[in-house]
């Protein structure tokens, strides 16, 4: 889904989101708060919905187990988006008008996101922490108050880090790999103001199509331009893809990942295709060896709920839940939407996952803080402290 498509659709369901009514306290009754939650199971991500899923449900079982919110228990609502913006459309529809739901919490993906928070807005209904492009997702909410995002802008974070790294390594020649689509406009939205501010310009550039596996002529490409650092703008198979053909040819160059190819799940699946990789980090990937009291807590409880080991998904969506369940604590047993954004806007969050104490600025987290990692040994190394 390109841009134009995904402003096309969410005007359309902010439309219809009329019908539902103005803003109100939906899913809030003197027992319970109702919440929902759409993930992709059964469509091309649905293998990393469990952890996503769990630390979701981590989160608000510790708060009902603890006595709920002002004495009531929240209650999660999941439905299947399946990676399609209508299937999320239909879903989202099912829980707002059946399920009455207070709030849309950890909803995953970009295009379904995109497609339904017109809806959820106009039917006073708070959305909190899409796993979306943030930048994207206020631009279709039209800047609804009802709207906070946590996931760092894809575009800032690369900006912040090319300004950084450029001058430090002694780069002369960019390249960039990147993705058809929003995804790919936001990445070159960083790299070039990034390189204006440095004199420079794009020696070459590639784009792929969602789902490509072959990325030969890419790095081919990159290769013929002599550049002395690839700006991947690439998320997991495609990071490591890029990798795997700078390895075929042998080529020592730097591969920079942006934002959502710097994943534990990279470095475990690409092997040593991807040793030596670079990516931008927003939060911590903490390794086994940690003694993070607060990470060896959540690793430990959600072994035992769970019997699983966690990944960077689940500490996120943990993190993210938790925030939310904190801005229900500080809007007060008299609750409603209002309370809520201005309790919201009022909080502070840091935990293990987080570089800095975080706040919402315009709706949005910020301070966006980056650290550039390598994987050194199958694991991401800080190599540049968050700045």
């Not at 190819?261 to 990516?279: D, K, P, Q």
């Amino acid at each position: 889904m390109n841009r134009r498509q995904m402003l096309a659709t969410s005007a359309a369901a902010l439309a219809l989101g009329g019908a539902f009514g103005p803003a109100r306290a939906a899913g809030v009754s003197a027992e319970e708060i109702v919440v929902g939650m759409h993930l992709d199971l059964s469509g091309p991500a649905a293998a990393g919905m469990p952890m996503l899923r769990q630390g979701t449900e981590m989160a608000i079982a510790r708060a009902n187990e603890a006595g709920g919110i002002h004495g009531r228990r929240i209650r999660l609502v999941i439905e299947d988006n399946g990676s399609q913006p209508q299937l999320a459309v239909r879903v989202v529809q099912k829980m707002i008008r059946s399920d009455q739901v207070f709030a849309l919490l950890n909803c995953f993906g970009s295009g379904t996101n995109a497609a339904t928070i017109g809806a959820a807005v106009g039917a006073g209904t708070l959305v909190f922490a899409p796993w979306a492009a943030s930048a994207v997702m206020h631009q279709v909410a039209k800047n609804s108050p009802l709207l906070f995002t946590t996931v760092p802008n894809y575009d800032t974070t690369t900006r912040r880090a090319l300004e950084r790294m450029i001058p430090q390594w002694g780069v002369r020649r960019v390249g960039v790999i990147y993705m058809e689509g929003p995804f790919g406009d936001l990445i070159r939205a960083g790299v070039n103001p990034a390189l204006e501010t440095l004199g420079m310009t794009v020696a070459a550039e590639a784009a792929y199509r969602p789902g490509e596996i072959d990325f030969s002529s890419h790095v081919a490409r990159m290769r013929a331009a002599d550049v002395d650092l690839i700006v991947a703008g690439t998320i997991i198979r495609e990071t490591i893809g890029v990798m795997s053909e700078v390895r075929k040819l042998g080529w020592d160059v730097r591969v920079l990942t942006a934002l959502p190819g710097r994943g534990t799940i990279v470095a475990r699946l690409g092997g040593a295709e991807v040793e030596g990789l670079y990516g931008i980090g927003g939060w911590y990937l903490h390794g086994p060896d940690s003694t993070d009291p607060e990470l060896r807590a959540f690793r430990d409880g959600f072994r035992d709920r769970f019997g699983a080991e966690p990944d960077e998904n689940a500490a996120n969506a943990f993190s993210y839940a938790n925030w939310f369940l904190d801005a229900l604590r500080a809007a007060g047993r008299e609750l409603d939407a209002e309370r809520f954004v201005a309790a919201a806007r009022a909080t502070t969050h840091a935990d293990f996952t987080t570089y800095a104490p975080l706040s919402f600025v315009d709706n949005h987290a910020m301070p966006e803080l980056v650290s550039i990692d390598r994987i050194v040994g199958g694991r991401w190394i800080q190599e540049v402290a968050p700045f």
